[in-house]
Structure formats: C-alpha cells, structure tokens
C-alpha cells in the first residue's frame, strides 16, 4: 500500500532518505565488533608490556592459557589490528625496553639487560638482535648516548 501511494518525486527523496538513514545506523553498529577484536588485542599488548622479561613468552601461550583461544585466530587478528606480526611487536618492544635500560644504568653488564628484557642468558642473541633493530651494539648505543663522555673525560 505504501508504494502505491507514492506519487511524486518528493516522497521517493523521502523514501531514500529513510532508507540511506537506516543504512547509516547499520553501519555506524558495525564497529562494535570491531572494538570486540580490539579488547583482546588490547589485553595481549598489556600482556606483552607486563611479561618482556620471560624468555617464553610467545602468542601460542598467551593464546592458550590467558586468553583461551585458538593462536591462529589470535596472530591473524593481531597482524589485522597492530599492522605488525606478534614477533615483531615482541622484538621491537624488547628493543625499546633495552635502551631504556641501558640508558638507566649505561653501566649495567650487557647479559643482564639482556634476561631483563626476555633474551634470557644469550646475550650474544640479544646484541645480534638490538644491531638488527637499531644498526648499532648495546655498547655502541651506550657510547652514542652518553655523547662520547668516556673518551672525552679521559
């Protein structure tokens, strides 16, 4: 009956825009889940930030004994909200945490920031990794920081 009382293009303009309102509303829901995606990948990010200094942190745990979920689900939603593969983000916040460390305490021994920051007792890894990320060694970084202040107080 509706339709059929349609009889000038005014009420097709009102029908349309009803119909573009109500289409509006519909998409304007469908963040919603997106937000569910975002709060589990918000809780493994805080996961990441608390446990950098436990050498067996991986998504396949966090996936399995904290967040109860399948781990392949888990990595392709973690690429799809951070833009980053799980062991990027791991490393990459493992290498922040180090020069902030090393910056702390520049006379701190390599191979205890090293377990400090999850590389365990392999400090050879964790230089390898830090030049990989940063282009220089930890001492190196120590020296670049400090502005030379060894050589030049000597």
């Known amino acids: 009956d509706f339709l059929i009382e349609i009889n000038e ?3 097709c303009k009102t029908i349309l825009k009803t119909f573009l309102d109500k289409f509006r509303n519909y998409v304007t829901i469908q963040p919603v889940t997106h937000y569910q995606y975002k709060d589990f990948i918000e809780k493994t990010l805080k996961y990441i930030d608390k446990h950098l ?3 067996n942190l991986s998504l396949k745990w966090i996936a399995e004994n904290y967040l109860y979920m399948n781990v392949d689900y888990l990595s392709k939603q973690f690429v799809k909200q951070t833009g980053y593969k799980f062991s990027h983000y791991l490393t990459s916040k493992r290498i922040e945490k180090a020069k902030q460390l090393l910056l702390e305490s520049s006379t701190e ?3 205890i ?3 400090q920051v999850g590389c365990g007792n392999n400090p050879q890894y964790f230089s390898q990794i830090f030049k990989k990320y940063t282009g220089i060694t ?3 970084y120590i020296k670049k920081m400090d502005g030379g202040k ?4 000597k």
């Open 113 to 115: 920031i090293a377990e």
């Open 150 to 153: 060894d050589d030049e107080g």
């Open 138 to 140: 930890p001492t190196e």
């Open 9 to 11: 293009i005014n009420d």
């Open 53 to 55: 200094s436990d050498s």
């Open 109 to 111: 021994k390599i191979y």
